[in-house]
């Protein structure tokens, strides 16, 4: 399988991380149409926290892709202080979903599972690199990225260098 240009890897992540969201929505819509009271909050509050996360993630790889197309970008600065920010934001959102259940009184495993993908999201964007390819190119590996994790030998991931490189430049 040929790899791809860093170019083409770039617009991929923008492109997927966007998609994603859009097929969660889509996915979420069909259940519920099907499912009498589909329409729980504790299926669609992990549903928005996990699309707001995936659509920072496509929108940081935009900003990647213009940068390296020499386009207008947002510079290194503003994206690590505005990602700084959608950080805070993210763990507030996650963990405001402990009060929607504890208030709404309403729970479902499937909202459980989507609040614990946007968490992998938030470490896999802000944190540590959780997504390797497998050597076909055509998955994901699962052990790899949860064996680095548990021995701290996890990299960081880009968005965690950018705002890294920014504190220590203060």
């Known amino acids: 399988m040929k790899k791809r240009t860093v170019k083409q890897e770039l617009f991929y992540l923008f492109s997927m991380e966007l998609l994603s969201a859009l097929v969660f929505w889509v996915?979420?819509?069909?259940?519920?149409?099907?499912?009498?009271?589909g329409g729980k909050v504790a299926i669609v509050y992990p549903l928005f926290v996990l699309t707001v996360i995936l659509v920072q993630g496509s929108l940081y790889w935009l900003n990647c892709l213009r940068r390296l197309k020499k386009q207008k970008a947002l510079d290194e600065q503003r994206i690590a202080r505005i990602y700084q920010a959608f950080k805070f934001i993210d763990y507030g959102l996650l963990a405001a979903y402990i009060l929607v259940l504890f208030f709404t009184k309403s729970f479902s495993i499937a909202g459980v599972l989507i609040w614990l993908f946007a968490i992998i999201e938030l470490i896999n964007y802000f944190h540590y690199r959780l997504s390797y390819?497998?050597?076909?190119?055509?998955?994901?590996?699962?052990?790899?990225?949860?064996?680095?994790?548990?021995?701290?030998t996890a990299v960081k991931s880009q968005i965690a260098r950018e705002i890294l490189s920014v504190q220590k430049g203060k």
């Not at 996915?27 to 009271?37: F, K, L, N, S, T």
């Not at 994901?140 to 949860?146: A, D, F, G």
């Open 27 to 37: 996915v979420y819509g069909m259940w519920a149409a099907a499912e009498p009271g």
């Open 133 to 152: 390819y497998t050597k076909s190119g055509l998955g994901l590996q699962i052990i790899k990225p949860l064996k680095l994790l548990i021995t701290g």
